[in-house]
């Protein structure tokens, strides 16, 4: 397929869940969904590459999902350091550069030293973006772009959208045009509150691990259908 870049949009943003539940359905524990689903994250970050989508926000692991048991948390922790690592060959093929949000702070040290090196390792590529978000939330992003504001000394005067915008984590990425989120729930659960403000909304009730290139491409074709208004008319 030929990208064409008026109708596809530059920044996708994907909720990757029903890790748990494709697991549970087949009798098999938890980490296994979320072993399938790194799977189904290569897959669909080529496909998106091949669409011409310019950058790809996938959620990995959210501030509230701390609150899940510690043996899941530890695996999840445990996948992303080892998949980072692993990925290098997958990343520099298609010149795919590899950045984070979230509060790298709070990460266990080597998951935190990895992020780095990949960020690192990948920043003269200049395929698509693949922004992980890791240890992210929403809210949180804003808590933190606000206080580098004031540790920068900026003023309740100078106070505006752009003050926010310009210090999240990433101001060069664009607010989010289309936002996906599978496994059949439908929230935001946190996820890039800010850059969602106008984004256009796509649920799937296919859980995450049966998710392929098919998908993305019924997703992509529905945002070409969407009438983007910003609050004006047409
Ligand atoms: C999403 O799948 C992956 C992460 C949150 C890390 P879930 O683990 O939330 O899967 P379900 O929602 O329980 O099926
Ligand atoms: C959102 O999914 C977080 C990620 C996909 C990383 P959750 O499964 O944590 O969200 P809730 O708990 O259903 O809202
Ligand atoms: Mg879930």
Same mark, same amino acid.
Request: proline share 3%; glycine share 8%; hydrophobic share 35%.
């Given at each position: ?22 697991? #549970?359905?087949?009798? &098999?524990?938890?980490?296994? $969904?979320?072993? =399938?689903?790194?799977?189904?994250? *290569? @897959? ?84 698509? #973006?693949?922004?992980? &978000?890791?240890?992210?939330? $929403?809210?949180? =992003?804003?808590?933190?772009?606000? *206080? @580098? ?86």
């Amino acid at each position: 397929m030929t990208p064409d870049n008026r109708i596809i949009p530059a920044h996708v943003g994907i909720i990757m869940d029903g890790n748990g539940r494709w697991a #549970r359905k087949r009798g &098999l524990p938890r980490s296994s $969904g979320h072993k =399938e689903g790194l799977e189904t994250a *290569k @897959r669909i970050v080529a496909h998106a590459s091949d669409s011409g989508v310019s950058c790809l926000s996938l959620y990995a692991f959210s501030t509230e999902n701390w609150r899940r048991a510690e043996d899941e948390v530890n695996f999840l922790m445990g996948l992303i350091k080892t998949h980072l690592r692993k990925q290098y060959d997958f990343y520099k093929e298609r010149g795919l550069r590899v950045s984070h949000s979230g509060d790298l702070t709070k990460l266990p040290p080597k998951v935190r030293e990895e992020i780095l090196l990949v960020e690192d390792d990948t920043k003269s590529f200049t395929g698509m #973006r693949v922004n992980l &978000l890791i240890n992210y939330g $929403g809210r949180d =992003e804003i808590v933190r772009a606000v *206080k @580098r504001y004031l540790v920068k000394g900026g003023s309740p005067d100078d106070m505006n959208e752009e003050a926010i915008s310009s210090n999240l984590d990433h101001p060069d990425i664009s607010e989010l045009d289309l936002l996906i989120r599978t496994g059949g729930e439908l929230r935001l659960s946190n996820f890039l509150i800010w850059q969602a403000a106008y984004a256009e909304l796509f649920f799937s009730d296919v859980f995450w691990p049966d998710w392929t290139s098919k998908h993305l491409d019924e997703a992509l074709a529905h945002y070409k259908k969407r009438q983007r208004r910003f609050g004006g008319v047409t």
